[in-house]
C-alpha cells in the first residue's frame, strides 16, 4: 500500500471500528469481518474477495501499533480537510488546485525522489522538525563520533574493592595535526557556497517550503578547501592512547562502564563518541559473589557438625571466627555480618558461609568402635512417615 492510501482511505471505517477503539477491539472486529468475507467461504464471489482485501490492508495498519500511530498523525494532518478531494480528484489548500499525489509521486509506493525517496515518513519528520512551512530545519553541524567498546578482565579482589587500570587502545583519535578540524596547517574552513553557513538548503514545491541538509556540506556549514596532509580532512587519525580507566568497588561481571566523550573523535571538530568498558571478572579460587553478598563453602567432620565448634575462616581482607552451634545439619549457612561487598553509600554486602559436614569413606577400628556405641546411644531418625508408606508396599 501507498502512503497516499493511507490519507485516502479511511480503515478505521473498513473494519467497522471507532478511531478510540482499542487494540482487542480491532482484533476483534477483524477476525469476524474476515471469517465472514473469506473467499474460501464465498467461492466465486468477487465483492467478498474485495471485502477481505480491504480488512486485511487496514488491519495491517490498525494492528500494528507504530503503523497506527503514524496512520493517525498522517490522517490528522493531511486528511482533515486541508488536502481533500473534490470531484475532479483535486483539493485546494491556500486556493491552489492541489493533488495528493503531488506530494508523493503518484500511487507509487516509494515515495517522490524530490523528498529523498522517503514518501510519507521523510516527509513528516521534515515537517514537524521545523522544515516545514514557516519553519527552517536546523544546521546538523560536524558529526558526532562513534562510540567504541574494549573489554577488560579484572581479578575477583580487584573486581570487589575497586581499581584503576591503564586501558590502552588502538582506535581513532584526534589528529595532532590540525587539531580536529580537518584543514591543512594555517588554514581554515570556509562557508559552504551552496548553502552560505546555514547548514541548510530550501526549496519550494507549491504552497510549501522545504529545508534539508546541504549535499554540499552534509549540513555541517563550512567545507574544507586545503585538507590537512595528516587525517586527509576527517579530522581524526588511528592512534594508540592509554587511559587510566576507575573501576568501582563492587563492579560486576558483564557490567558496561561508560567513559563520556572518549571514543572516537567527531568528524571535523564535532563531539567525541563516548568508550563503553565491558568487564570480565575472573572466578575466585575460594569466595563466589551474589549481588552484594560474598560466599564460601567450609568443610566440617561430623564430630565438629554434632559437638559444635569454633570455626575460623578468611575474608578478602583478613579473617573472620564464626561459632557453629551443636548440631549443626549439613548445608547450614552461617553469616559475618559487612564482611561482603562495599556498597556505594558505604554499607557492605556479608560473606555468607555454608557449612559441608563432611563423611569419612574410611574409618579405623577404633573410630568404628566408637561410631557403634554412638550409634546405640543415640535416637534414630524420625523416619516413621516414610516408613508407613514403605510399609503399603509390603
Known amino acids: 500500500m501507498s502512503s497516499k492510501d493511507w490519507i485516502e482511505k479511511d ?63 498522517m490522517r490528522s494532518l493531511f486528511g482533515s480537510g486541508a488536502f481533500r478531494r473534490n470531484a475532479r480528484g483535486a483539493g485546494q489548500p491556500g486556493g491552489a488546485p492541489f493533488d495528493v499525489s503531488d506530494l508523493f509521486g503518484g500511487g507509487g509506493g ?10 510519507f515518513t521523510d516527509l513528516f519528520s521534515t515537517i514537524f522538525s521545523g522544515g516545514g512551512a514557516g519553519g527552517a530545519a536546523r544546521p546538523r553541524g560536524p558529526a558526532r563520533g562513534r562510540d567504541v567498546e574494549a573489554e577488560v578482565a579484572l581479578d575477583f579482589s580487584d573486581a570487589v574493592r575497586g581499581v584503576t587500570l591503564p586501558l590502552t587502545l588502538r582506535a581513532p583519535g584526534v589528529c595532532d595535526t590540525c587539531h580536529g578540524n580537518g584543514t591543512k596547517p594555517g588554514t581554515q574552513p570556509v562557508a559552504c557556497p551552496v548553502c552560505h553557513g546555514a547548514g541548510v538548503t530550501t526549496r519550494n514545491q507549491g504552497s510549501f517550503s522545504f529545508s534539508e541538509p546541504c549535499r554540499n556540506c552534509q549540513g555541517v556549514g563550512t567545507v ?23 573501576f568501582p568497588a563492587g563492579v560486576a561481571d558483564g557490567q558496561r562502564i561508560r567513559l563520556a566523550g572518549r571514543g572516537e573523535p567527531g568528524e571535523r571538530g564535532g563531539p567525541a563518541g563516548d568508550l563503553f568498558v565491558h568487564v570480565k571478572v575472573r572466578p575466585d579460587d575460594l569466595f563466589g559473589r551474589t549481588g552484594d553478598d560474598l560466599t564460601l563453602n567450609v568443610p566440617i567432620t561430623y564430630a565438629e557438625a554434632v559437638l559444635g565448634t569454633d ?13 557453629v552451634p551443636p548440631g549443626t545439619p549439613a548445608g547450614r549457612v552461617l553469616r559475618a555480618r559487612g564482611k561482603g561487598v562495599v556498597r556505594r553509600d558505604g554499607r557492605a554486602g556479608d560473606l555468607l558461609v555454608t557449612l559441608d559436614v563432611v563423611v569419612p569413606a574410611a574409618v579405623s577400628d577404633e573410630a568404628r568402635a566408637a561410631l557403634e ?18 510399609r503399603r508396599f509390603g
Do not use: M, W
Request: hydrophobic share 25%; net charge neutral.
Open 311 to 323: 570455626l575460623r575462616v578468611p575474608t578478602l581482607d583478613g579473617t573472620v571466627t564464626l561459632r
Open 110 to 119: 516509494g515515495g517522490d525522489t524530490r523528498f529523498g525517496g522517503g514518501g
Open 373 to 390: 556405641t554412638f550409634a546405640a546411644q543415640t535416637p534414630p531418625a524420625a523416619r516413621e512417615h516414610l516408613e508407613a508408606r514403605v
Open 224 to 246: 574544507v578547501e586545503e585538507k590537512c596532509p595528516e587525517c586527509h580532512g576527517t579530522g581524526g587519525v588511528t592512534k594508540t592512547r592509554t587511559l587510566n580507566v576507575r
Open 11 to 73: 480503515y478505521y471505517a473498513a473494519l467497522g471500528v471507532d478511531k478510540s477503539a482499542s487494540s482487542d477491539d480491532i482484533k476483534k472486529s477483524y477476525r469476524k469481518l474476515a471469517r465472514e468475507s473469506h473467499p474460501d467461504h464465498n467461492p466465486g464471489d468477487t465483492g467478498a474477495e474485495e471485502r477481505f482485501k480491504t480488512v486485511s490492508e487496514a488491519y495491517a495498519v490498525l494492528g500494528d501499533e507504530k503503523k497506527r500511530r503514524e496512520y493517525d498523525e
